[in-house]
Structure formats: structure tokens, C-alpha cells
């Protein structure tokens, strides 16, 4: 395994919810800057959210309410809480920590984690 280790995804049905967990390992010292993205066979991978300098928050346009990005620094773990799940958000989902002090200069990309949502 690597410095980040996604958790939490899986099989469910349209409508229900999941929490995904990114756990950053080794010399990463913090997620305050913390991207989840996602990727479909054939889809260019796509930003779900992010966060930065802990407080400034951004969403795909796609999300529109149903999801939640957030980190606790003491746990070094970053999370998203995706609700009223849609086949359409079936994917494999990526936690991300670009380039910083956290990382010493470090891009860091997790493996992912599977979520498949059935109609």
C-alpha cells in the first residue's frame, strides 16, 4: 500500500449512501489540501470535490448537494460522504493530495476505492 489508502466503497442501491475514508500514511503530516476525484472505464477521471488550506471547499458541478467532502487532521484522514447515490455515480473514486508542505513538495494518488451503485 501507499501513502494514501481509500476505504469504504461498495455495492449499494440508488438512493442510499456511502462514507469514503483517505488515509494519509507515512510522512504526510496533514489533508488540509485534499481532492477526491472519480473515474469510469473510457471517462476522463473527473474532480468530485476538494477542499483547500482546510476551509475553502469546492464541488463538480454534478454533485449538486448530495455529497460532502471533509478531513480530520488528527486522523489524517479525508472523507466523502456521498448520499442519494445514482447508477450514474458508479466509479471508482480517487483521493488525491497535490503538491505541499504537508507532502514536502510530494503528488500523491491513492489507488481508489470501487463504488457501484444498481438500479
Known amino acids: 500500500q501507499g501513502p494514501l489508502v481509500e476505504s469504504g466503497g461498495g455495492l449499494v442501491q440508488t438512493g442510499e449512501s456511502l462514507r469514503l475514508s483517505c488515509e494519509a500514511r507515512?510522512?504526510?503530516?496533514?489533508?488540509?489540501?485534499v481532492d477526491w476525484y472519480r473515474q469510469t472505464p473510457g471517462k476522463q477521471r473527473e474532480m468530485v470535490a476538494g477542499?483547500?488550506?482546510?476551509?475553502?471547499?469546492n464541488y463538480g458541478d454534478f454533485v449538486q448537494g448530495r455529497f460532502t467532502i471533509s478531513r480530520d487532521n488528527a486522523k489524517r484522514t479525508a472523507y466523502l460522504q456521498l448520499n442519494s447515490l445514482k447508477p450514474e455515480d458508479t466509479a471508482v473514486y480517487i483521493c488525491?493530495?497535490?503538491?505541499?508542505?504537508?507532502?514536502?513538495?510530494?503528488?500523491?494518488w491513492g489507488r481508489g476505492t470501487q463504488v457501484i451503485v444498481s438500479s
Open positions: 488525491h493530495l497535490p503538491p505541499s508542505i504537508a507532502t514536502m513538495g510530494m503528488d500523491y
Open positions: 507515512g510522512t504526510i503530516t496533514s489533508v488540509d489540501d
Open positions: 477542499i483547500r488550506s482546510g476551509v475553502s471547499i
